[in-house]
């Protein structure tokens, strides 16, 4: 009913940039809060950024001044920009929307398949 489609992924050499899409579809009536998470192997997964449908933003600290997150309402599309890439930003990256359908008008969480980041030293 709901699919969530991550792309950009990818490797690249620390100090790089990557940016990171995630198209909503399907049977959506509204989107509200989205956010990128990420798991590191042998690591729980973590929160990386946030954004309200509004436009508010919250980040990790490990990934503040470098990343930024942003969303285009019109286009069920969320986007995570990755500045000055380190090592240890590598992990699966994942997309999270909380999405009102229009079959159940009911709010609930739906995931991405993830998308592998590699920054090498």
């Known amino acids: 009913q709901v699919q969530l489609v991550e792309s950009g992924g990818g490797l690249v050499q620390a100090g790089g940039s990557l940016r990171l899409s995630c198209a909503a579809s399907?049977?959506?009536?509204?989107?509200?809060?989205m956010g990128w998470y990420r798991q590191a192997p042998g690591k729980q997964r973590e929160l990386v950024a946030a954004?309200?449908?509004?436009?508010?933003?919250n980040y990790a600290d490990s990934v503040k001044d470098r990343f930024t997150i942003s969303r285009d309402n019109a286009k069920n599309t969320l986007y995570l920009q990755m500045n000055s890439l380190k090592p240890e930003d590598t992990a699966v990256y994942y997309c999270?929307?909380?999405?009102?359908?229009?079959?159940?008008?009911?709010?609930?969480?739906?995931w991405g398949q993830g998308t592998q980041v590699t920054v090498s030293s």
């Open positions: 954004i309200t449908r509004g436009g508010s933003t």
């Open positions: 999270n929307a909380a999405i009102v359908t229009s079959i159940t008008y009911r709010r609930d969480d739906y």
């Open positions: 399907g049977r959506i009536f509204r989107i509200n809060g």
